[in-house]
C-alpha cells in the first residue's frame, strides 16, 4: 500500500485515471517535460505519451477553452492553472461556458472538464501565488468547487471530479502538498462529492472549515479536547453545491458553529455557511456564528502571511470565543 | 540589417459585383445545381432576417441580430463544411447554420429567449451561439484537439467578426491552433462595423488577415460577397486540416448592411451613403447575373426559390409561435447532470410559484 502525501495522491489519481479512460487528457503549462512546477503531473507524460499530457502555450483562458471545446466534443480534459492568481484570464471561460454549456444546449452538449488550481498561501511564493478565491467561483451556477485536505480525499475526490459529467474546479491546498503522508490505496474507488465529511466528532461546537485550514482546525480541536472541549470538526470538501444538511444536524447536535476559512471574511463562503444555518437552525443555536477568516485586505507577501492567515491560536481563539458568549 | 521575416497577404475574387468572372472559376462552380443551391441558400436566409425583423417590431420575438449583407460568407462556409466537421458560430450566422441544419425556429426560438433554440436537432455536436465575443475560437480549437487526438478527419470551424479580433481569445486561439497544427478554420467575416465602432478604430493592421502571421499560420482574405471564393477558400482550408496541415485564417470582406441588432439604429453612426454603396456590392445580386448569363437562372426560377423561402420560413414562424414555454423545472434541470438536493427545494418552490401556489 502506498504512503503518499497530497500531491503524489493527486498525480496517482491522474495516472490512474488516464490509465483507465483514455478520453483524459491532461494539459497545461509546464505540466508535461517538467511534469508541472509542483510535480504534480511528474511522470505522466513520459508514461502516456505528449498527446495525452500536453504542455500549452502560457495563456490560462486558452487552457480553459480548448478544454470546454474539448470536453463538447467527447474528451476529459484535466487542465492544470499554475497558481490560483493567474485563474482570472479563464473565468470568461469558465462562467461563461463551462459553467452554462449543458443549461445553454438542454443537455445536448456539457463539460466534461477539470480545472486544477493549486491555491492558498502560507509556501513564502511570490506575490500573486497566495490567494484563495474559491467562494467567487462558488457563487456560480453549474460548476462545481472541490477542496481536498488530504491525501485520501485528494486522491478519492480527484478520480470522482474526472468522471463527473460536469465542470469542477479543483482547488488544491498548496501549502498541505507535503505536510502529511497516509496510506492510500491505488483502488481507482471515487469518494462522492456534494458531500461534507465529518473528520472529528463531538458536541460542544460545530467547526467547520476546508482546504488547509482543516489542519489547523483539527490541531486546535485536539488542544480544546484537553481542555475538556469537544469539537465537531467536518471538512466540507465539495464548496458548491453545498451540502447543508451534514453541517445543520451537526448544528443542530451541537448549538454552536465556528467557520473557518483562509479566504478574506466578508462575503466568504463562510458567510454562505452562516446564512443557512441562520435561515435553517437559528433556535438550535445556543450562541452567535463566529467566522475565522482571513482579513479584507490584498493577501500580504509573504513576510506577513502568517498574520493574514488563521493558524491555530485564532481557531482557538474562535472556538473559545464562541463556548464564552 | 537584414530583414529576417516578411509576409504578403494575398486576396481572391472570382465574381465582380457585376456577375463577372475574375479569375478561373473553381470546378464545382461549374455546377449549376450547387450555385442554384448556394443562392437558394443565401435568399432564404434573406427572407428568414426580414421576417425575423418583422417579428421583433411586432413584439413577438426579442432582440435579433442581422445578417443582411452577410450571406455568401456565411452559406460559402456551410457549403464548403462536411456534416461530420464542427461550427463554433457567434449570433448571426444563420446561413451557414440553416446549410448545416439547424432549423430556422431553433433561431427564432433562442432570440425569442428559449434555450431550445440551442438543442439542435443537428448537428448535435456544433456549438451553439456565442455571444461574449471570440470566446468561441477556442471552443472551436478545442474540438480540433479532440479531432486531432481521435486521429478523426475532421475540422472545426470559428466565426468572428472584425471586432472580435482585438480579443484576446482570438490571439490565444490563433496561437495554440498554429503551435499544436490543430486542423481549425478561423474564420473573420469583416463586416466594417462592431457595433458603432468602424474598422479603422478597432485596429491599424492593413488586413485582418494578416492577424494570422504573428500566429506562424497562413491568411487570406477574400470578397466575402463572392460565395464561390468563400465556398472555394474555406474548403481548401477544411482539407488542409484533414491533412493534418494545420490551422488556416480567412477573411471575408462584406458590409453590415443591417444595423447592429434590433435594438440598435446604425443611423446614429454612419453615413447612408456609406450603406448605400456599400449595399451595391451585396452577395445575391452578383450570384444571379452570373446564373442569368449562363442561363441557369431566370425570372421563373426567381419567383419560385423566393416562394419557397416565404413559405418555409412561414411554417418555421409558426411552429415558433405555437411552441409553448418551457416548463419552469428547465432552470434546474439541465443545470447539472443530476440535481444536487440542495436545489431541489428551490425547483419544488419556482414550480410551486409558477402553478399559482406560491407564499
Known amino acids: ?325 | 540589417m537584414e530583414t529576417i521575416a516578411d509576409f504578403e497577404i494575398r486576396y481572391s475574387q472570382f465574381l465582380d459585383p457585376q456577375g463577372q468572372p475574375t479569375d478561373t472559376l473553381p470546378a464545382f462552380a461549374e455546377d449549376p445545381e450547387v450555385l442554384r443551391a448556394m443562392y437558394a441558400s443565401m435568399l432564404l436566409a434573406r427572407v428568414f432576417d426580414t421576417k425575423a425583423i418583422n417579428l421583433q417590431r411586432t413584439g413577438k420575438l426579442g432582440t435579433y441580430a442581422s445578417c443582411l449583407g452577410h450571406e455568401a460568407s456565411h452559406v460559402g462556409i456551410g457549403a464548403a463544411m462536411r456534416p461530420e466537421d464542427c461550427l463554433a458560430p457567434s449570433y448571426r450566422e444563420y446561413g451557414a447554420m440553416l446549410w448545416r441544419g439547424v432549423q430556422m425556429h431553433e433561431i427564432l426560438l433562442y432570440w425569442g429567449g428559449d434555450e431550445r433554440g440551442s438543442d439542435f436537432a443537428g448537428p448535435r455536436h456544433d456549438f451553439p451561439f456565442c455571444v461574449p465575443i471570440a470566446t468561441q475560437c477556442l471552443h472551436a480549437a478545442g474540438a480540433a484537439m479532440a479531432y486531432q487526438l481521435r486521429g478523426e478527419p475532421r475540422c472545426a470551424v470559428s466565426i468572428n467578426g472584425d471586432g472580435g479580433t482585438s480579443e484576446g481569445a482570438f490571439y490565444e486561439a490563433l496561437n495554440v491552433a498554429g503551435a499544436k497544427k490543430l486542423p481549425v478554420v478561423f474564420m473573420v467575416i469583416n463586416n466594417k462595423w462592431a457595433i458603432s465602432v468602424p474598422l479603422e478604430l478597432q485596429t491599424a493592421s492593413r488586413t485582418l488577415a494578416q492577424k494570422s502571421v504573428a500566429a506562424g499560420i497562413p491568411g487570406i482574405q477574400v470578397d466575402g460577397n463572392d460565395v464561390i471564393a468563400v465556398r472555394h477558400w474555406v474548403e481548401r482550408a477544411l482539407e488542409r486540416g484533414r491533412r493534418g496541415e494545420g490551422p488556416t485564417l480567412i477573411e471575408t470582406l462584406t458590409y453590415r448592411l443591417s444595423d447592429h441588432t434590433t435594438a440598435d439604429d446604425a443611423s446614429r453612426y454612419r453615413a447612408r451613403e456609406e450603406v448605400e454603396a456599400a449595399r451595391k456590392l451585396e452577395p445575391l445580386l452578383r450570384l444571379r447575373r452570373y446564373m442569368e448569363a449562363r442561363e441557369w437562372w431566370d425570372e421563373a426560377r426567381e419567383e419560385a426559390c423566393r416562394s419557397e423561402a416565404i413559405e418555409a420560413v412561414d411554417r418555421a414562424v409558426e411552429r415558433y409561435i405555437n411552441t409553448p414555454r418551457p416548463p419552469v423545472t428547465a432552470m434546474f434541470d439541465h443545470l447539472f447532470a443530476e440535481l444536487p438536493p440542495g436545489l431541489a427545494a428551490q425547483r419544488e418552490l419556482a414550480v410551486r410559484r409558477a402553478t399559482g401556489g406560491s407564499r
Open chain 1, 1 to 325: 500500500m502506498a504512503t503518499v502525501t497530497l500531491i503524489e495522491a493527486v498525480t496517482m489519481a491522474l495516472a490512474h485515471e488516464m490509465a483507465r479512460d483514455e478520453r483524459v487528457i491532461v494539459l497545461g503549462e509546464d505540466v508535461g517535460v517538467n511534469g508541472g512546477v509542483f510535480r504534480a503531473t511528474a511522470g505522466l507524460q513520459q508514461r502516456f505519451g505528449t498527446d495525452r499530457v500536453q504542455d500549452t502555450p502560457l495563456a490560462e483562458a486558452m487552457i480553459a477553452g480548448v478544454s470546454v471545446g474539448m470536453a463538447a466534443q467527447g474528451m476529459r480534459p484535466v487542465a492544470e492553472i499554475q497558481f490560483e492568481g493567474f485563474i482570472f484570464p479563464a473565468v470568461d471561460q469558465i462562467v461563461n461556458h463551462a459553467a452554462r454549456l449543458r443549461t445553454r444546449t438542454r443537455g445536448r452538449l456539457h463539460c466534461p472538464m477539470v480545472l486544477r488550481v493549486p491555491y492558498g498561501g502560507g509556501i513564502h511564493a511570490p506575490e500573486h501565488h497566495s490567494d484563495s478565491p474559491e467562494a467567487m467561483f462558488a457563487h456560480m451556477p453549474g460548476i462545481r468547487v472541490v477542496i481536498p485536505s488530504s491525501p485520501a480525499r485528494a486522491y478519492g475526490l480527484l478520480l470522482a471530479a474526472m468522471r463527473d459529467p460536469d465542470p469542477v474546479i479543483f482547488f488544491e491546498p498548496k501549502r498541505i502538498y507535503r505536510l502529511q503522508k497516509q496510506e492510500v490505496p491505488d483502488t481507482g474507488e471515487a469518494l462522492p462529492l456534494d458531500v461534507c465529511y465529518t473528520l472529528r466528532e463531538g458536541d460542544d461546537v460545530t467547526v467547520v472549515t476546508w482546504g488547509a485550514m482543516t489542519y489547523e482546525t483539527l490541531k486546535a480541536a485536539d488542544q480544546m479536547a484537553g481542555e475538556g472541549v469537544h469539537c465537531e470538526v467536518i471538512d466540507v470538501a465539495t464548496l458548491s453545491p453545498l451540502d447543508a444538511e451534514t453541517i445543520i444536524e451537526s448544528v443542530e447536535k451541537t448549538g454552536r458553529l465556528v467557520i473557518v476559512h483562509e479566504a478574506p471574511q466578508s462575503f466568504g463562503a463562510g458567510a454562505e455557511i452562516a446564512a443557512v444555518v441562520a435561515e435553517r437552525a437559528l433556535y438550535s443555536l445556543r450562541t452567535p456564528i463566529r467566522r475565522v477568516a482571513g482579513y479584507d485586505t490584498i493577501m500580504p507577501l509573504f513576510r506577513l502571511e502568517t498574520e493574514y492567515m488563521p493558524g491555530v491560536t485564532r481557531v482557538i481563539e474562535g472556538i473559545r470565543a464562541t463556548l464564552e458568549d
